[in-house]
């Protein structure tokens, strides 16, 4: 779950991270009010889950109520890269002497958690790894012997951050991978990580994505969840307790269980079609999550046929041509369906299937995956 800035920083002040004092604001009066409640000067910072807000014209600096006003009128509505700003967040500005760039990801591959910092921040920081790799220090943290004081000194040293921001960035850091560990983050960054005249250390900016895995342990992130912007097939998906991805092809796919799903992603990819989401409808497929899963595909407009690859382990195949059936009669199919039914009691369930007087056209069964994804692919172009 990726948060949005005012809710990174939510998260920082947890584990004692420096942050500016502000308020999220949905509309203008409410920006003001927490403009005077901070003090000026302010900056006013569009709360968009996309980088570069700034050069889109997404942070403005306001001495002022009615500079906040007019910032805040500019900014609230705005569409920053495709995401409409629906709230902004007001905060005391602060005076920067110098950016640098810290965040904390996990290295699979090493089985290791990565730091990556460097001096040079505020600017993308794939700008920074194209122009210039040298300046970011890359280190792996080994998990089961954390980070401590003296190796987030060294780091800081090693990344070359001037001495007089050492310390801070240091302290900083501890901090940081506290949250990310402590904190179950996938990601912690903060870009830019300023150093002020006065010589603190402080974090500008916040981009904070949480694993969702493990939700169970923390309660407190039902408040981030409710801000969660799906777009509208994931949403009627999820009302409908389906496990959904959209994608961005033209056959919709529905298939029973994780693994079998994201191989028909695979197999119809390999036919040279694209899928258009991940479905997986679980072990249950009666009509109640047929009709559910169809409908969020039909209302997919991209979709030009659906592939329901189902093998009857638990489920029989009975029941999910009885859902089939039954779901059909509820929704009004845009696409023609392609199916492949096998496992236990297929050979009813495609009884039951022919049997049920739809037309060709609208749905045809096939014996085996690799065959139905043909048909799916073939039909979608
Ligand atoms: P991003 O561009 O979306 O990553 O947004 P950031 O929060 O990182 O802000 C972008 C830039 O705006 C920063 O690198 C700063 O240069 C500037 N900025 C943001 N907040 C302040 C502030 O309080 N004071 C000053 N002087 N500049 C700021
Ligand atoms: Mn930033």
Redesign the pocket.
């Known amino acids: 779950m990726d948060l949005f800035?005012y809710q990174g920083k939510q998260y920082f002040a947890r584990f004692d991270i420096p942050v500016?004092a502000g308020g999220v604001a949905h509309t203008v009066d409410e920006a003001v009010a927490v403009a005077e409640k901070a003090g000026y000067p302010v900056?006013v910072?569009a709360q968009v889950q996309?980088?570069?807000?700034?050069?889109a014209g997404?942070?403005k600096?306001a001495n002022n109520a009615d500079e906040v006003r007019t910032h805040a009128g500019n900014i609230i509505g705005m569409d920053i890269k495709g995401h409409l700003v629906k709230r902004v967040w007001v905060?005391?500005?602060?005076?920067?002497a110098e950016?640098y760039y810290a965040s904390f990801t996990l290295d699979r591959a090493a089985k290791k958690h990565l730091l990556m910092l460097s001096a040079e921040?505020?600017v993308?920081i794939e700008e920074v790894a194209a122009k210039n790799p040298d300046a970011i220090l890359l280190q792996h943290i080994d998990p089961t012997v954390g980070l401590d004081a003296a190796a987030a000194k060294a780091a800081a040293v090693k990344a070359r951050i001037p001495e007089k921001a050492q310390q801070g960035v240091a302290d900083i850091l501890v901090k940081l991978y506290r949250c990310f560990t402590e904190g179950d983050c996938d990601l912690a960054e903060i870009?830019?990580l300023i150093l002020k005249p006065t010589g603190e250390v402080h974090a500008?900016?916040a981009k904070v994505s949480l694993d969702g895995n493990a939700d169970y342990r923390h309660p407190e992130w039902e408040e981030f969840a409710k801000t969660v912007e799906l777009d509208a097939r994931e949403q009627l998906a999820r009302e409908k307790g389906l496990q959904y991805i959209g994608l961005d092809g033209t056959v919709g796919i529905i298939a029973n269980g994780a693994g079998l799903a994201m191989s028909t992603l695979d197999v119809v990819n390999q036919v040279g079609g694209t899928a258009a989401n991940f479905l997986d409808i679980g072990g249950g497929a009666n009509a109640d999550l047929m009709a559910g899963a169809l409908e969020v595909i039909n209302s997919d407009q991209k979709v030009k046929a659906i592939f329901i690859n189902i093998f009857g382990g638990i489920t029989r195949g009975e029941e999910v041509a009885n859902g089939i059936v039954e779901a059909m009669k509820r929704v009004d199919l845009r696409a023609p369906i392609v199916i492949r039914l096998d496992g236990t009691n297929a050979e009813q369930g495609r009884e039951i299937l022919a049997g049920a007087g739809i037309p060709e056209s609208k749905l045809t069964s096939k014996p085996t995956m690799l065959e139905a994804a043909q048909a799916a692919v073939a039909l979608a172009k």
Request: aromatic share 0%.
């Open positions: 800035e500016s900056v910072k996309v980088g570069g807000r700034g050069k997404g942070i600096l905060e005391n500005a602060s005076d920067i950016e921040g505020g993308e870009n830019p500008l900016d």
